[in-house]
């Protein structure tokens, strides 16, 4: 049990460091350091850098298929599609700082092209899946379900995005704003981007 308390420890102060500081900048003597836990201990549950990175990934995964087997929870997808941007502003300090978890990790990897950069791309194709789901059930076709799901994400990750670029809670509070708007006038024919309210 001990030995599963070390390895959690690590990993979290690994997913706060990665998103803080990113994965090329963190060593694991840091992650040991702020884990608590002697650095000569981290390599028994991880030898290298990467094997950690894959288990933070997998925590990533494991945090957003929870929140979207909450948000299902909900009774109507269109309750489920807003929770997702409510949810946002609950940590929206964070993001204003830091972006994304999700979005800055896969761009970080997406560059080294790594082994670990399908399995980050992971992330967002669960969250594609999910809103395109919800789509549907919006009662929009498969591919216009699909249209809708990448204008979904895409203004998301876009708010984010230049929420933290430029440090503004304001730009943040406007984009996701709009992005409420755009999914409140989502009908039973389903609306394009190009025909959400200006």
Same mark, same amino acid.
Request: hydrophobic fraction near 40%; charge should be negative; glycine fraction near 6%.
């Given at each position: ?31 040991? $350091? ?73 761009? $970080?990897?997406?560059?080294? $092209? ?85």
């Amino acid at each position: 049990m001990a030995g599963s308390d070390k390895r959690d420890r690590l990993v979290t102060a690994a997913k706060e460091l990665i998103y803080q500081h990113g994965f090329a900048g963190i060593t694991l003597a840091a992650v040991a $350091e702020r884990a608590q836990v002697p650095l000569g201990n981290v390599y028994y549950y991880f030898r290298t850098r990467e094997a950690l990175l894959a288990a933070v990934i997998q925590a990533h995964q494991q945090d957003v298929r929870a929140l979207l087997t909450q948000w299902e929870q909900l009774p109507d997808p269109r309750q489920r599609l807003l929770a997702l941007v409510a949810f946002e502003r609950t940590c929206s300090d964070y993001l204003i700082r830091y972006g994304c978890p999700h979005g800055s990790l896969c761009q $970080e990897l997406d560059k080294d $092209e790594g082994p670990q950069t399908q399995a980050a791309a992971e992330l967002f194709r669960d969250y594609l899946a999910w809103a395109e789901r919800q789509f549907r059930l919006l009662g929009t076709d498969a591919d216009e379900a699909n249209e809708l799901a990448l204008d979904f994400i895409a203004l998301w990750q876009g708010a984010l995005l230049l929420s933290a670029s430029f440090r503004s809670a304001d730009l943040l509070d406007q984009r996701l704003c709009r992005l409420e708007t755009w999914i409140e006038s989502v009908g039973s024919r389903g609306q394009s981007l190009e025909a959400s309210p200006q």
